[in-house]
């Protein structure tokens, strides 16, 4: 599939949320162009910025009609809607959606937010104090995930979707938040599955 236009794609290297999009345009052979704003320096909090998204973060997709679209994850859905990336039928769709809604509640913010604070907050950072109860509800949803792909190759329907873009993005670089991946072994052999998928890029490749 396709995109009519062109599209621009505002986010930060390092941001698994970005890398959603990037891992997602690269499957779909998308061409896009690509705008790195470092987030650690307020780049997302200028006027200029806040005027195509107002909650200042990356991602965001501006279309070739001047429409942007934020939040990665409705990003994922625009941008593989009507492609082998989503499921055809209604119940699978939603299963889609649960588990994309599953990455933002229960995933992203004990494993990305955890993340952040080890790679890019001072040692000293009084939001070091979080990490105990956020890295335990962390390992939490690891065994959610665990014991969904125990008897599955991906999370729905048996074939590889954005539900497994969306989880796989933090998923992947867990150790980073000083998460163990040791004690999930389905959760290892689908990060596997996920890595072997045609098109596949690192998190740390920059686009052309």
């Given at each position: 599939m396709a995109l009519r236009g062109h599209v621009t794609l505002y986010d930060y290297l390092d941001s698994g949320n970005g890398y959603k999009i990037r891992l997602l345009l690269a499957q779909l052979e998308q061409r896009y162009r690509w705008v790195e704003l470092d987030i650690m320096a307020g780049a997302?909090?200028?006027?200029?910025?806040?005027?195509?998204?107002?909650?200042?973060?990356?991602?965001?997709?501006?279309?070739?009609?001047?429409?942007?679209?934020?939040?990665?994850?409705?990003?994922?859905?625009?941008l593989a809607e009507g492609s082998p990336f989503v499921p055809e039928g209604r119940i699978e769709q939603a299963q889609v959606l649960q588990w994309m809604f599953f990455e933002q509640y229960s995933h992203e913010p004990y494993v990305a937010t955890p993340r952040f604070i080890l790679k890019h907050l001072a040692p000293d950072s009084p939001r070091r104090a979080e990490l105990p109860d956020r890295l335990a509800r962390g390992r939490a949803a690891l065994g959610v995930m665990e014991t969904h792909l125990r008897t599955r190759q991906f999370f729905v329907s048996n074939r590889y979707s954005i539900c497994d873009v969306a989880l796989y993005a933090y998923t992947h670089v867990a150790h980073e938040a000083q998460l163990d991946l040791e004690p999930f072994p389905a959760v290892r052999a689908w990060l596997g599955r996920v890595a072997s998928q045609p098109k596949h890029i690192p998190i740390t490749r920059k686009p052309p």
């Open positions: 997302t909090r200028t006027a200029q910025f806040l005027a195509k998204n107002p909650n200042g973060r990356i991602p965001t997709l501006e279309l070739d009609d001047g429409t942007y679209l934020a939040e990665s994850n409705a990003i994922l859905w625009y």
